[in-house]
């Protein structure tokens, strides 16, 4: 099968290269997917588990990207809840071979259907974002309806996601980014919007919630703007600064069958829309990943037509 793999960390996605590889089989609880659609996170180079497996030894040549949109071809022994011919889509394990190449091995847990009136693509775009959106606001944010929200880089693939489903739950949104960036945000949601190279957060006042997704100089402002009882949740890495009387809270994103559940439902009632920037065969995703310009929106690798 064709694939994109990498074998030198220093290299960054310039040393993404397209391969030839053997298709991978099904281990136990597996469900292997034909990939019709894939997604790939540019910090995803830097991660450990793209060079790693879960002992910490050498995995290269590695195979990254891990959302994916596609068709079930086999099952793996005692896999139960997805069969043949399923469309599905979902997040990959980490430390495993991933999703920018034809054929992916995937825990059947990590996925979830497909509905038919869902395109793949749209589909591959969804699992990073929204399971992180979601886990952020609203199992580790504990979001109420009417609590003030900052959501950092609301323009961008995982803020998208933060900004529409805080409004959807009742926040009130700020979102922050670049200039170019302020139309974007208040068409996904956002209630007002900082240009965080111009105008002071500080203005904003006291917020219940901060989704921080930015880190550095940004993440310990954003946590001395958290109210008493406020929680900042983080996922670029331990915040440096906790809030002063809240809870601050670093995860990593897990998949989630229900919760891939919702986000779906909500893009198929509209509820929630998709930030899909570039589409690219798989032939091209060299290029794609490496552009000459700034691409906003998510690059979605379309591995089948
Ligand atoms: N822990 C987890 O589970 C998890 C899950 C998903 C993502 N992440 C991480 O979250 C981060 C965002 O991911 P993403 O996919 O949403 O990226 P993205 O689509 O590039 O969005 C980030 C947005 O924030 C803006 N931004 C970043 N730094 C900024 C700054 N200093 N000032 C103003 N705007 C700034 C970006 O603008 P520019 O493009 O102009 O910089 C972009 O619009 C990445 O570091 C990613 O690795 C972590």
Do not use: C
């Amino acid at each position: 099968m064709k694939a994109i793999a990498v074998t030198d960390q220093a290299a960054g996605t310039a040393g993404m290269k397209l391969v030839e590889r053997s298709e991978p089989r099904p281990s136990i609880n597996d469900v292997v997917v034909q990939v019709h659609a894939s997604g790939f996170v540019n910090t995803e180079l830097g991660w450990p588990s793209t060079w790693t497996d879960r002992l910490n030894r050498d995995r290269t040549p590695s195979i990254p990207g891990h959302e994916l949109a596609g068709v079930v071809t086999a099952l793996g022994y005692g896999t139960t809840g997805l069969s043949v011919g399923q469309r599905v889509f979902g997040l990959t394990d980490w430390s495993r071979d991933g999703t920018l190449a034809e054929y992916a091995a995937v825990e059947a847990r990590n996925l979830a259907p497909l509905p038919g009136d869902v395109d793949f693509t749209v589909g591959a775009s969804l699992p990073i974002s929204g399971l992180t959106a979601w886990q952020g606001l609203i199992v580790h944010g504990r979001l109420q309806a009417g609590q003030r929200v900052i959501a950092h880089g609301a323009a961008g693939a995982v803020g998208s996601m933060v900004t529409q489903l805080a409004r959807e739950f009742g926040g009130y949104v700020i979102g922050t980014g670049r200039a170019a960036d302020r139309q974007k945000a208040l068409d996904f949601g956002a209630n007002e919007f900082v240009d965080l190279d111009k105008e002071p957060l500080e203005d904003v006042g006291q917020v219940d919630l901060v989704f921080d997704l930015i880190g550095g100089d940004i993440g310990k402002r954003s946590a001395r703007l958290v109210r008493a009882g406020g929680i900042l949740v983080s996922i670029v890495g331990p915040s440096e600064t906790r809030p002063a009387d809240g809870l601050a809270i670093d995860f990593v994103v897990e998949s989630d069958r229900a919760q891939l559940g919702e986000i779906v439902q909500r893009v198929r009632d509209g509820r929630l829309r998709t930030n899909i920037g570039t589409v690219s065969p798989l032939d091209d995703a060299v290029a794609a990943f490496n552009p000459t310009e700034r691409r906003p929106g998510k690059t979605i690798i379309r591995v089948r037509s």
